[in-house]
């Protein structure tokens, strides 16, 4: 009994696939030859890590902090870690990272105590997840690795960039996507350092 709750609880609240994340499947898709470690960070239901494993043939791996999202991903068949971002891994274990990070500025009147809370919110600055992420990541980055990283206009891409080069990345935006209320770029940040 207790497993099949365990499945219902990841069916409501694991975030699902929508703009955000076919667009950076998308993206890591073009960008990847198909011989990458690669991590998906903040895999959630799996979609993005199972689409570039299935597609490219790249070996990848997900990890998430949500449990029912590790649950769901592993459903899916993505090899998954319960962590916070990157600190299980050990240095250069990755030629690539991929993360559609919680972006959205947090809304104090819609917030809510959950895990869909976790996955949707990136702070005041939408940038709270964001900016931790790319304080560590550079230790998991292979030489010459790369992260693809999803960000919003509501999260601010100029600061993202910014604060992205302060850490020893230069960046591109590979693929973009408009939308009424917002503009998603998925960035390629090279590790200079």
Known sequence: MGDLAERRGA?????????????????????????????????????????VADETGADVVGSD??????????????PVVRADLVSPFRDGAFDVVV????????????????????????????????EPFLDAVGR??????YVLLLVSTLTGVDE???YAAERGFSAAAVREASYSFETLTVLKLLNNR
């Open 11 to 51: 069916e409501t609240t694991v975030y699902q696939p929508a703009e955000d994340s076919l667009l950076l499947a998308e993206a890591a898709v073009a960008e990847l030859d198909g011989g990458e470690r690669v991590l998906e960070v903040g895999t959630g239901s799996g979609y993005v890590a199972a689409t």
């Open 65 to 78: 902090v949500n449990p029912y999202a590790c649950l769901q991903a592993r459903d899916r068949g993505v």
């Open 99 to 130: 993360f559609n990070p919680p972006y959205l500025p947090r809304d104090e009147d819609a917030a809510r105590d959950d895990w869909m809370e976790v996955a949707l919110s990136g702070g005041e600055s939408g940038r709270a997840v964001v």
């Open 140 to 145: 998991v980055l292979a030489p010459d690795g």
């Open 160 to 162: 993202v960039v910014e």
